[in-house]
């Protein structure tokens, strides 16, 4: 069975092995280096250099446009594409290229956050479940018929990056189980989703960062979760900008000001909310390394 693979980020590399492992990957295909790190010099992405370690050759088009991309992505002789995370557009042209089809691994239960960021605006939603699809591709933003798919409990302590990596194992369980049905000659007629629940997962933006004290201390502390390790929430305290890591939801109604300080202890910076207060357990001043409550506690003494 020959494969061509399409990813780029670190979620993609998990589902790449997979691929590997149960067929010949006979091409990735993933973004250009792009500028990276304080040198902003050019970086390859974590797929090409899982790619380059095995050995496979690696093509980087800006998009396949052009007809030369087009024929050079069906010289590979391909049965089955699969794309995880990959971040360009596939024209139905290479769509239809595959006699097996395109297959697409989207870490939510689609139609639920379809689009950029399902992972995070799952957390952010305060979703206690969401989950991996595998998906036939079509021209449609994750619109496609499902092939298989795996229900995955989000648990309440579980942030971005945790919930990132879980899924990005389950991901590769996908692709291992769709290769392995694919080639005992069992092909599971894909399941069209459903035309109710649909919910769109827009990209992260950095600007989403600062904290909106108006909401309630549960949908900010979801939130924090959410965007941990990145965008980071972030807030100003005492006239400081700390960027908050870690925070939980505390029952309070207090007469203060949503996005006024109650207490700073060793338990840590209780907030007021529009609702009930948001306890900030772990923090990050400018310059410097998260701290936990205790820390900040000791350094906020230590300036008095």
């Excluded at 993933?30 to 990276?36: H, L, N």
Aim: aromatic letters at 6%; hydrophobic letters at 40%; charged letters at 25%.
């Amino acid at each position: 069975m020959r494969i061509v693979f399409a990813g780029t980020p670190e979620f993609a590399v998990p589902a790449l092995k997979a691929a590997c492992d149960k067929g010949e990957v006979v091409a990735v295909y993933t973004q250009p280096d792009r500028p990276a790190g304080r040198g902003r010099g050019l970086t390859p992405s974590p797929v090409k250099m899982e790619a380059i370690k095995r050995n496979i050759p690696v093509f980087q088009p800006l998009n396949f446009k052009s007809k030369e991309a087009r024929e050079e992505l069906r010289a590979h002789n391909a049965d089955v594409m699969i794309v995880v995370a990959y971040g360009l557009i596939l024209p139905q042209s290479v769509l239809d290229m595959f006699p097996d089809g395109c297959w697409n691994v989207h870490a939510s239960m689609l139609p639920r956050w379809r689009g950029a960021a399902p992972i995070q605006r799952a957390i952010q939603a305060g979703d206690k479940s969401t989950g991996v699809c595998l998906m036939m591709m079509e021209k449609g933003l994750d619109t496609g018929p499902i092939i298989l798919s795996v229900p995955v409990v989000i648990h309440p302590h579980e942030t971005g990056g945790m919930l990132h990596d879980k899924l990005a194992e389950w991901g590769a369980q996908v692709v291992t189980d769709g290769l392995g049905l694919l080639r005992a000659g069992i092909r599971p007629p894909p399941q069209p989703q459903p035309l109710e629940g649909v919910t769109y997962a827009n990209k992260l933006e950095k600007n989403e960062a600062h904290i909106n004290w108006a909401l309630s201390a549960l949908e900010i502390a979801d939130t924090v979760r959410a965007f941990n390790p990145w965008p980071v929430a972030e807030t100003t305290i005492n006239g400081e900008r700390l960027r908050v890591h870690d925070a939980i939801a505390i029952a309070y109604d207090g007469p203060e000001k949503p996005g006024e300080v109650i207490a700073i202890t060793r338990d840590g910076i209780d907030v007021k909310c529009g609702s009930d207060a948001l306890r900030i357990q772990r923090m990050q001043r400018d310059g410097g390394k998260p701290i936990s409550a205790p820390d900040y506690v000791n350094a906020h003494r230590q300036r008095q």
